[in-house]
């Protein structure tokens, strides 16, 4: 059944939208927790060596970079969610947000570097290039 012609339904409306997910501490506590399973959880390289005759295996641990998909999975929220946060206009969020994709960033850069990560992908990830 439809509404009734003339109907100002809408005016009784408390607010718009859905609640969101996180509040920006949240979010924030979040994403230390995402850093930290990143940190407590680095890439396994199985490597083989081989010396005087002798096979020998060895795990090398790598860093696993930061990345925002990789937080939005983390914290069971779609990146177009975070980047609703980031462009909320919300100065909370805002801040949030952009402490996060700095942190995100910055360790994405060290580690490319100091050579834990791979150069050529990350200068592309972060829209660094080189113009010759």
């Not at 339904?9 to 994403?31: C, H, N, V």
């Not at 005087?52 to 779609?78: M, S, W, Y």
């Not at 919300?90 to 490319?112: H, W």
Request: proline share 4%.
């Amino acid at each position: 059944m439809a509404a009734p012609i003339g109907n100002e339904f809408y005016k009784i409306r408390s607010k718009d939208g859905r609640d969101t997910i996180y509040t920006p501490t949240e979010l924030l506590e979040k994403a230390n927790e995402y850093f930290q399973w990143c940190i407590d959880n680095p890439f396994k390289e199985d490597k083989v060596f081989h010396s005087n005759g002798v096979i020998t295996h060895a795990e090398e641990k790598k860093l696993r970079p930061f990345t925002l998909q990789g937080f939005c999975n983390f914290a069971d929220i779609a990146k177009n969610t975070f980047l609703n946060y980031e462009n909320s206009g919300k100065e909370d969020f805002v801040n949030v947000t952009t402490r996060i994709r700095g942190i995100v960033e910055n360790q994405q850069f060290e580690g490319a570097a100091s050579g834990f990560l791979n150069p050529n992908i990350i200068a592309r990830k972060l829209g660094l290039t080189d113009k010759q």
